[in-house]
């Protein structure tokens, strides 16, 4: 980061000192005020809950420009990336900084493809759990109990540990997602094919039995690659957050991502692609179309405590890039499945008009997110609505190894720890 001509003056009303902040400037966006030293000059700290002004950290892999609806991942507008590069060449570019050249594309697709298959323990492991639990309660477990297993890359201060890590974690994230669908409905697990691509390799270990082979549609794996692909990083979001503090005390990163699996869960967050299509299943029940203006109106009260999932962004206030590639990749996938007359996805895109013409909405800044269609894609390929989010954790997954990775080599990085503005009593002694 570059300081700033320009100075923060910070002046009290009570006459305590002026401080001067520097100012640092990054390659796009806000700058930023450097407060670092506030606390030592003033006594005093900021408050900020929910981080609304609030730079964590600095970094150079994720850009998103809220307003103009665009994002850059290393640079990269998402919508080239998801027209010219498959998941993995995304991933390469998220750990790495730049796309691989033809070479390094080959190793790279053949490193990951390599180490797909899990531990043989890992399913007796799996066993403990019911059959009925959510996939997101047995993923936490599983990516955290990754660390009981491969102990020779579980050191976060070293690099070439962080790298190991990093690939296992990649690579085995798909056979652990397809184990936790296939315990959940009691088929037996399918394991990978290194032949397949990985999004190819995914479908089969979802979908597949030992009973029959079972032939990926290339349509299908397209669209769950591109499913990966905008699900790969978002900046400074709640779980890469989440992500960052756990792996700020040195904690190992299978421990750091199955902070992040969690965090992923909530429906505010990750949750949202469930929450979205749960919310269009029960309009249908409702009556539909019909029932939309009488949906809206209940959105709208504030006191009815309904939310319209898939709507609305803390950084978008315009319409998130990654609803537009999903919408076309929904046409692709309904259309390949003669599915063009799905109820949902019409039920979904009057919806969408409704609240874009709609004052609530439109004053708000509220505009679609990429969880409004990726419930109707993934519902269309097969996946179940309970394992919705555990498709994202598998594909945010090299997001989170990239900004811990990042953090970890940033000779500013600390152990995340911050403060308070104490509300409770003051000391007092018991009676
Ligand atoms: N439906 C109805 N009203 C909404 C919605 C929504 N989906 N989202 C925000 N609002 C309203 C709020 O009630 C508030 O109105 P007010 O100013 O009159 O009080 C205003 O818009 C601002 O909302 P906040 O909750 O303050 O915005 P915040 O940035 O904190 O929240 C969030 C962002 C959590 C994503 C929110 O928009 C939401 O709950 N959306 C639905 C859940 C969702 O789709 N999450 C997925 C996010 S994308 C992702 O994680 C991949």
């Known amino acids: 980061m570059k300081l700033s001509d320009n100075k923060a003056k910070l002046s009290f009303s009570n006459g305590s000192p002026e401080v001067d902040l520097p100012v640092y400037q990054g390659t796009i966006g806000p700058d930023v005020i450097d407060i670092r030293k506030l606390y030592a000059q003033t006594g005093q700290f900021t408050y900020d809950p929910g981080f609304m002004s609030t730079a964590s950290c600095q970094s150079a892999i994720t850009y998103i420009d809220g307003d103009k609806g665009e994002l850059l991942y290393r640079g990269y507008p998402i919508e080239q990336l998801a027209e010219k590069c498959d998941y993995l060449d995304t991933c390469y570019l998220l750990l790495k900084g730049e796309l691989p050249d033809a070479t390094q594309r080959k190793d790279f697709h053949k490193l990951v493809l390599d180490h797909t298959m899990v531990n043989e323990q890992m399913q007796f492991f799996l066993r403990g759990f019911r059959r009925d639990a959510h996939p997101m309660a047995v993923l936490t477990g599983l990516v955290g109990a990754m660390s009981a297993f491969y102990h020779d890359s579980i050191d976060v201060h070293n690099a070439e540990h962080r790298d190991i890590a990093a690939i296992r974690l990649i690579s085995k994230m798909p056979t652990l997602v397809a184990m936790a669908h296939k315990y959940g409905v009691g088929q037996p697990y399918m394991y990978p094919r290194n032949e397949l691509s990985y999004a190819g390799n995914f479908l089969r270990m979802m979908f597949g039995t030992p009973c029959e082979d079972y032939k990926v549609n290339p349509v299908l794996e ?40 969690a965090c992923l869960w909530g429906p505010a967050h990750g949750g949202a692609n469930e929450a979205a299509l749960n919310m269009l299943e029960d309009i249908q029940k409702m009556g ?49 499945l003669g599915l063009e007359n799905d109820p949902l996805f019409a039920l979904a895109k009057a919806l969408e008009k409704i609240a874009l013409e709609d004052d609530y909405f439109v004053s708000r800044k509220l505009y679609p997110n990429v969880d409004f269609y990726s419930g109707i894609v993934q519902r269309a390929i097969g996946v179940p609505v309970k394992l919705f989010t555990g498709i994202f954790a598998l594909a945010r997954t090299v997001g989170w190894i990239a900004q811990l990775n990042e953090m970890m080599g940033d000779p500013e990085y600390k152990i995340g720890r911050p403060r308070q503005l104490y509300v409770g009593a003051a000391r007092r002694d018991v009676p």
């Open 222 to 261: 397209r669209a769950m690659d591109r499913i990966f692909i905008l699900h790969a990083d978002h900046e400074q979001n709640a779980s890469t957050s989440t992500v960052r503090l756990c792996g700020s005390s040195g904690t190992n990163p299978f421990a750091a991502i199955a902070a992040g699996v």
């Open 288 to 336: 539909g179309i019909a029932k939309l203006g009488e949906f809206v109106e209940r959105v709208k009260d504030k006191n009815s405590g309904v939310r319209l999932m898939g709507f609305g962004h803390r950084v978008y206030k315009n319409y998130d890039p990654r609803a537009k590639l999903m919408q076309e990749t929904c046409n692709e996938v309904l259309t390949e």
